[in-house]
């Protein structure tokens, strides 16, 4: 059973466009949310995370939006650039240290 | 500091076959988690160990197992290999808190034929 839903599978992207993934979760006890960026040979990169306590929180161009009520959470990135080409990971942890992944986001932005 | 390290980066092995794989955490993080990931599946959780004690477990057969050592390094040993098991194999280390960023090696690719 996935335990964190991710869409869309692929996204393709003007350069400067908005790009949003979405996640959604079942199990309320989850406390933790990050986001990972995957190169092609690499291993995923924590981007940016954030906790049930705050709807949103930004760093640069990017954005997660968190919707508690309905277990729900969003990676925006703004002015998106080539160089964000990559696959994306939402994930979910609670405070048994054990993560759960999405499926993955592949990104393609168009120059 | 030096990031995490797996060795060996590819491995080609046959079915029936067992293998063994390495992971060297970032110098200081004493938890290290295993990850199996497909395009079909992406990521799962294998285990995770802190300070040589296997603190959490996914849902794998009993056919993948783990150890670390006294150094934080760790090892996962596949037994019985399937055509099923062929993936990339990333282990990912941090300090042991429930919250602390996790790092992730590059990845060991395992493919049996």
């Known amino acids: 059973q996935q335990q964190v839903k991710q869409s869309p599978q692929s996204l393709i992207v003007q350069k400067g466009g908005i790009s949003i993934i979405n996640c959604a979760y079942e199990n309320t006890a989850f406390d933790y949310f990050p986001w990972y960026q995957q190169f092609p040979g690499k291993g995923p990169a924590l981007l940016i995370a954030i906790r049930p306590d705050v709807s949103e929180k930004k760093e640069g161009r990017f954005t997660i939006s968190f919707n508690k009520s309905a277990k729900q959470f969003s990676l925006h990135i703004m002015d998106s650039q080539p160089g964000d080409s990559a696959t994306y990971f939402c994930?979910?942890?609670?405070?048994?240290?054990?993560?759960?992944f999405g499926t993955g986001t592949s990104l393609t932005v168009i120059p | 500091k030096a990031g995490v390290t797996q060795t060996p980066r590819y491995l080609i092995k046959t079915r029936g076959q067992q293998v063994t794989l390495s992971c060297s955490p970032i110098s200081g993080h004493r938890s290290v988690s295993w990850y199996q990931q497909t395009p079909g599946q992406g990521l799962q959780f294998l285990f995770e160990?802190?300070?040589?004690?296997?603190?959490n477990k996914g849902n794998f057969p009993g056919r993948f197992s783990g150890r670390q050592f006294s150094n934080s390094r760790s090892e996962m040993n596949v037994s019985t290999l399937e055509l099923g098991d062929s993936a990339l194999y990333l282990c990912a280390s941090k300090n042991g808190g429930s919250t602390d960023t996790q790092y992730f090696g590059p990845g060991t690719r395992l493919t049996v034929l």
């Open positions: 160990y802190f300070s040589e004690t296997q603190r």
């Open positions: 994930a979910a942890s609670k405070s048994s240290n054990q993560f759960y």
